[in-house]
């Protein structure tokens, strides 16, 4: 099956920039719906974003508009989100997750990685 390691998270301040990256191998990256997911304490997981094959099409959590931007690299196996403005409320353990063009979930994920805010 897909493998997808996320990396990029850490401690950052309020109005800081991330930026994390979601390497996939161990199967076919190309044609695959890219999403992130995120997960405060105590919180049920929310989708923050999702990106097509082709980039062309993207979707966000409307708290993130205008700051948060998804793209992909395809030839690199690579999906980004970049993350500018943060604020304490996106504090969370943000996961990355695919989903083939004809399963109706998500059904690969990363183990996640950590992103916490500080103010």
């Known amino acids: 099956q897909v493998q997808l390691v996320e990396s990029g998270g850490g401690l950052v301040q309020a109005g800081g920039s991330l930026r994390l990256s979601c390497v996939a191998s161990g199967g076919i990256f190309a044609n695959y719906l890219m999403g992130w997911f995120r997960q405060a304490p105590g919180k049920e997981r929310n989708f923050v974003a999702a990106i097509t094959w082709s980039g062309l099409t993207t979707d966000y959590l409307d708290s993130v508009k205008g700051r948060f931007t998804i793209s992909r690299d395809n030839d690199k196996n690579t999906v980004y989100l970049q993350m500018n403005s943060l604020k304490s409320e996106d504090t969370a353990v943000y996961y990355c997750?695919?989903?083939?063009?004809?399963?109706?979930?998500?059904?690969?994920w990363g183990e996640g990685t950590l992103v916490t805010v500080s103010s």
């Open positions: 997750a695919a989903k083939g063009s004809t399963t109706t979930v998500y059904d690969y």
